[in-house]
């Protein structure tokens, strides 16, 4: 039930009906963030480590997207993390999904 719901939000995002309220761990899953922020691989804020992520949650939604869409200069975290075809949108629900497990 739970993949259910989550692949449709998918398939509703795709179709651009949903913007950026929902939080999104299929997406997180499938596109590889979790690669890095499961384990906390190449130094990435481990999701639900909430002391990894209290600072970078206190600089706000916007600038957390903004870094993961743009990547960080100089880290592992690639502009979209690495998955350039990934739509702001979608960025910004998986990167809701991480804070909110991460709060
Ligand atoms: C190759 C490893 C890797 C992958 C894959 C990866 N990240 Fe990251 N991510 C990092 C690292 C390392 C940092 C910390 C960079 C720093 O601030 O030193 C980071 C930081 C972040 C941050 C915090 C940004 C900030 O401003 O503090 C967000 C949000 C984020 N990643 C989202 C994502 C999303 C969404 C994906 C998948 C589309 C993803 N990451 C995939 C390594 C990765």
Known sequence: MKKLVSVSIA???LFGMVSTAQ?????YRKNGCAACH???AAGAP???DKAAWKARIAKGMPALANSAIKGI???AMMAK???VNLTDAQIKSIVKYM?????
Do not use: E, F, L
């Not at 804070?99 to 709060?103: E, I, L, M, R």
């Open 11 to 13: 398939a509703i995002a």
């Open 23 to 27: 939080a999104d761990i299929g997406q």
């Open 38 to 40: 499961a384990s906390g």
């Open 46 to 48: 481990k999701v639900g």
């Open 73 to 75: 200069p100089g880290t």
């Open 81 to 83: 993390g690495g998955r």
């Open 99 to 103: 804070v909110d497990a991460s709060k």
